[in-house]
């Protein structure tokens, strides 16, 4: 499943919306991966997400696949939405 969001919050993906969704990612067996601009990261990985240096206005790709896929997919859009990005 796959899904693309455009960051609207003023500071974009920082440390404590990282660690939110990596910490929600690790709930779920189903690989989970941030796309941004053709760069790929584990979710799980807070130190992947930050690498990605995703300011506002950056759009980024969710992807998860494989056990419990719907689930994490909804559980991780729902955590995106809340408070980082818009969907597209």
């Known amino acids: 499943m796959e899904k693309t ?3 609207i919050s003023a500071n974009g993906l920082h440390a404590r919306p990282a660690a ?6 690790g709930r779920w067996a189903a690989s ?3 796309r941004v601009l053709g760069r790929t990261v584990d979710v799980k990985s807070i130190m992947g997400l930050l690498s990605l240096a995703a300011g506002r206005g950056t759009e980024i790709q969710l992807i998860v696949e494989g056990n419990q896929e719907a ?3 909804q ?4 955590l995106i939405t809340h408070d980082l990005a ?3």
């Not at 559980?75 to 729902?78: F, I, N, Q």
């Open 5 to 7: 969001f455009k960051i």
């Open 20 to 25: 939110e969704l990596a910490r929600e990612a």
């Open 32 to 34: 989970i991966k941030l």
């Open 71 to 73: 689930e994490a997919f």
């Open 75 to 78: 559980a991780l859009s729902k």
């Open 86 to 88: 818009e969907i597209l």
